[in-house]
């Protein structure tokens, strides 16, 4: 399928490593996918579901050990440990190599080896990059096939430039204790071994598109961020957009999708989504900060989809959809999961593989961060410019975090730098989206801390930097949070489309057209120009999670302090300056 040189001489010694009996090149025709979907029910790696209600849809269960990423055997290989930076875990990369390598031998024996040439961005986009993955796992292929744009004309558009990021993964047992995830920027080489999850095997999406883009973008000028883009049309169809970073399962998807309320609805309003985890972004022409989305699908958390929370969501999984460790129920052949709706399936098989009555009370019938990996082209609110070579332009970049308490509903930050201060200083609770405790507060610096493919310091440094050439064109900076919680632990926003309200008024903002209340932290919105139209929501009620407390924070700017003494010197100065501003306005 290539001549190029670079290419067919690396699978070659890859080829040699894992010894695979044969190869295959995936060459992104329906017809060869659909002979891989036929095998893989065949072995029982994928069901296939009612054809009728869900057509072309399959069902996928990991292993019981292997059903999120594992960050801490996640490894940033660069040549130097400071390189790596205090938030990610090293290796040095020739040992690094040969533990890899020593794993890997032979483990293709007896299976296929899938090529898979994919474009990250649309192919031939200015913004795009290219990667080739090596799998022994269907699951992978198939994936990957609606993650990204794969096949021969991604090989076409490549043609003999070396400039391609290389990925081998290799099953192997799926042994937890043998299991890594690792990373070579300055060879532009991911190797990933023992998992079929995936965030640690799909290696175009967190792996290439955030840490090897993200060392890559630091490089050449650039920003590869874990956020959405999401566009909102008025009244006059003017649309804007912004990009938002939350942590993993904290809201992106259902952000980037959400329906506006009734009473935005009437006044013509509409969003559109461009994108719903990863953003590639440059400045343009016009000195403007422009976005694009480089996947071509969504990985996006099943459990709380539902037709009232997310219904574009549950819209694009009616058809072409991968499920990955959800309930399968037995009577249609369909899926469910936890808060789909409150008829569980009573003749079922949870997430394990094992029956299940559908009482929620012991088992789940869901693994709470089970996914769907549905085609985006399905979206019916996919924006026209998702296909487009040269992104959109963002007016503002919205920072967020799951925090039941501290954090307001809403807040602007005073300038770039400080809305870089905003941004590194975010903590949210941690999810079930990675292995390890669930619902422990985490400094999580723009949803990064998982994927910043170098030193966190040098990359809070790049921030800066991007901040001083978009000068004046720079979009404002905001941070959000749905998640205060009552004293019955009940969430007090409503969330989900009427997020609208809030992101209407962060438009306002950068028009210019909204007044706001100055804070220490920022600044935050008037109570009253809030639409509240359609809630029962109290302007009390809103006021008090408007508000910002001067003794928490005076707390949270000692943690601040605490967190920011593990970058030493490489932690910008404006940054510091920004924290003793900061608490000179607590005081
Ligand atoms: P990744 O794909 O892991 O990067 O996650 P994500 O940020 O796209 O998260 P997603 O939108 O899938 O949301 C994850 C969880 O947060 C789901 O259980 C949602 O129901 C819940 N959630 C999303 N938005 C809101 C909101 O506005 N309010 C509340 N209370 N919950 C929300
Ligand atoms: C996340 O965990 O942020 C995800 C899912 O978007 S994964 O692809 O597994 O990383
Ligand atoms: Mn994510």
Redesign the pocket.
């Known amino acids: 399928m290539t001549q190029n040189k670079s290419v067919l001489e690396w699978i070659g010694k890859m080829k040699e490593l894992v010894c695979p009996d044969t190869v295959l090149w995936i060459d992104g025709s329906e017809a060869q996918i659909e002979a891989l979907r036929a095998e893989a029910c065949k072995t029982g790696e994928m069901i296939k579901l009612n054809q009728e209600k869900l057509p072309n849809c399959y069902l996928h269960r990991t292993a019981v050990n292997d059903v999120a990423r594992v960050e801490g055997r996640t490894f940033i290989c660069s040549r130097k440990e400071e390189d790596a930076g205090p938030t990610n875990h090293w290796m040095e990369p020739q040992g690094a190599y040969k533990m890899l390598f020593d794993i890997a031998r032979g483990s293709y024996k007896g299976r296929t080896m899938y090529v898979i040439p994919y474009s990250m961005g649309p192919v031939g986009s200015p913004f795009s990059k290219i990667g080739i993955e090596l799998t022994d796992s269907i699951y992978v292929v198939l994936n990957m096939s609606i993650m990204t744009r794969v096949g021969q004309n991604v090989l076409d558009t490549l043609g003999d430039s070396n400039d391609w990021v290389r990925g081998l993964h290799c099953k192997c047992d799926i042994d937890a204790e043998k299991r890594y995830i690792c990373h070579f920027p300055e060879d532009n080489t991911i190797i990933s071994v023992n998992s079929g999850y995936g965030g640690n095997v799909l290696l175009g999406k967190k792996c290439f598109a955030l840490r090897i883009a993200s060392y890559l973008g630091k490089t050449e000028g650039w920003m590869a961020e874990?956020m959405?883009i999401l566009g909102i049309q008025n009244p006059k169809g003017e649309i804007k957009y912004v990009a938002a970073a939350?942590?993993?399962?904290?809201?992106?998807?259902?952000?980037?999708m959400l329906i506006p309320p009734e009473f935005y609805r009437k006044k013509g309003y509409k969003a559109w989504t461009v994108g719903?985890?990863i953003a590639w972004m440059r400045i343009g022409p016009d000195g403007r900060l422009w976005a694009i989305n480089p996947e071509n699908g969504f990985?996006?958390?099943a459990?709380?989809?539902n037709e009232k929370?997310?219904p574009n969501a549950l819209a694009t999984t009616k058809s072409g959809t991968i499920f990955t460790n959800v309930a399968e129920n037995l009577d249609d052949k369909t899926v469910w999961w936890e808060?789909l709706d409150h008829n569980p399936p009573k003749n079922a098989i949870e997430w394990t593989g094992k029956p299940w009555d559908g009482t929620t009370s012991k088992d789940k019938g869901a693994h709470p961060?089970s996914?769907f990996t549905a085609p985006a082209k399905n979206c019916p609110c996919l924006s026209d410019e998702f296909n487009s070579g040269k992104g959109v332009p963002i007016s503002a970049i919205i920072f967020g975090g799951r925090r039941a308490h501290t954090t307001p509903l809403v807040y602007q930050s005073r300038s770039w730098d400080n809305g870089v201060f905003v941004g590194s200083i975010m903590a949210s609770e941690t999810?079930a989206?990675a292995t390890g405790a669930v619902g422990v507060v985490r400094r999580d610096p723009m949803a990064m801390l998982p994927f910043c493919g170098y030193n966190m310091g040098d990359y809070f440094a790049h921030w800066i930097e991007m901040g001083e050439k978009l000068g004046d064109k720079a979009p404002k900076i905001f941070n959000v949070n749905?998640?205060r919680l009552d004293d019955e632990g009940h969430?007090i926003?409503?969330?989900?489309g009427?997020?609208l309200r809030v992101v209407d008024w962060i438009l306002k903002r950068c028009d210019g057209t909204a007044d706001a209340v100055e804070t220490p932290i920022g600044f935050v919105p008037k109570a009253e120009d809030i639409v509240l139209d359609g809630l029962d929501l109290s302007l009390d009620t809103l006021k008090g999670i408007l508000g910002v407390d001067k003794d928490e924070w005076t707390k949270e700017a000692d943690g601040i302090e605490e967190f920011y003494k593990k970058f030493g010197d490489k932690l910008p100065k404006q940054l510091r300056t920004e924290l003793e501003n900061l608490k000179a306005r607590l005081k």
């Open positions: 874990h959405l939350f942590p993993s399962a904290c809201g992106k998807t259902n952000l980037a719903d985890d990985f996006g958390v459990p709380g989809t929370s997310n808060g961060n996914r999810t989206a749905w998640f969430f926003w409503p969330g989900f009427d997020n």
